[in-house]
């Protein structure tokens, strides 16, 4: 089992105000202090769905770098929207003993993954499509297609550092 990091109590409802609707207070569970796998995948899932339009009045597409928002923060989960451009993407990471959940909701977003002792693996996610995991797991995404896309990315316990591997085969486990 992991333990969350200390959260300063000042940010622990924050929410984006563009956003600040009470159908995204209400799926944030404040009062949840770690959530499951299962639990994000349906968060990301709804967020993604339920705030389609909204989402698209807040995300920016920079062809220099990549780009995010926070859209919420509680004790025991994290809400982000990431943008992509066409062949940006991330390095080999894990998520500092989080398990995560990422819906895709717009393009296409390629993937290499790893456990422990297993095999790089890669997937293809598209619109609409939502992968969740624990906190074994290292991966890798990019945007391989030629058109933009957009995800929202949920991590409990929130605020854990990110570490990147020089490779995927160098992710031994938390």
Request: include cysteine; hydrophobic fraction near 35%.
């Amino acid at each position: 089992m992991t333990t969350s990091l200390p959260v300063n109590l000042k940010h622990t409802n924050d929410i984006h105000p563009s956003v600040d609707v009470p159908l995204i207070r209400e799926a944030v569970c404040p009062e949840r202090t770690l959530w499951a796998p299962a639990e994000l995948r349906e968060l990301t899932r709804s967020v993604a769905d339920a705030m389609a339009t909204p989402l698209l009045d807040i995300v920016r597409f920079d062809p220099q770098q990549r780009w995010w928002t926070r859209l919420a923060l509680t004790m025991g989960v994290e809400v982000w929207l990431l943008s992509w451009a066409p062949g940006q993407g991330t390095e080999p990471h894990d998520h500092g003993g989080a398990s995560g959940s990422f819906t895709v909701s717009i393009g296409e977003l390629g993937e290499e993954y790893r456990h422990p002792d297993g095999p790089v693996r890669t997937a293809q996610w598209r619109a609409g499509e939502t992968v969740a995991f624990g906190p074994e797991r290292a991966h890798r995404l990019r945007n391989h297609s030629t058109r933009p896309a957009a995800s929202v990315h949920a991590y409990s316990p929130p605020l854990r550092p990110v570490r990147e591997y020089r490779a995927l085969t160098d992710f031994v486990g938390v």
